[in-house]
């Protein structure tokens, strides 16, 4: 009976580690997404930041590093989506371990877009650990 309840013990012990090493790659969280748009001759410059963290870091001798690619989409002011209107990289290194990073995205609506209002939404993939999420935000457009 003392053997049964001792294997019973160590194999709880052991399952409960193992389950608590896989909940240890953290699942990306975007936040803070900042938009902005400037009208240009034939169309709009759009500018957006946004904030990352708990995204997977990469020990390389002394510096750290997290990779991250985004996708933008855009829903027009007649409910139109339009996806991957823009893409990229984007990285971040240093000497100490970040807790967030910032991705800085910009892209371009050209003259046939019109005024109103509209949704942009930032899809994000953590490189390393290949986890992934969405911001969005409203933004007017105007003449």
């Known amino acids: 009976m003392r053997y049964f309840i001792l294997v019973f013990c160590v194999g709880i012990l052991f399952f409960g580690c193992s389950s608590k090493k896989a909940e240890e790659v953290p699942s990306i969280q975007a936040f803070s997404l900042d938009i902005g748009s400037y009208s240009m001759d034939k169309g709009w410059e759009v500018d957006a930041t946004v904030q990352v963290k708990d995204f997977l870091i990469q020990q390389q001798g002394d510096t750290y590093k997290g990779s991250f690619s985004y996708t933008v989409d855009i829903v027009t002011p007649d409910g139109k989506k339009i996806s991957k209107i823009s ?26 877009f019109v005024a109103g209002k509209y949704t942009v939404s930032v899809n994000i993939t953590d490189e390393l650990s290949k986890k992934q999420t969405t911001i969005s935000k409203p933004i007017q457009i105007e003449s």
């Open 87 to 112: 893409s990229g990289i984007s990285s971040k290194e240093d000497k100490e371990k970040p807790s967030d990073a910032q991705i800085d995205i910009q892209f371009n609506l050209d003259s046939k």
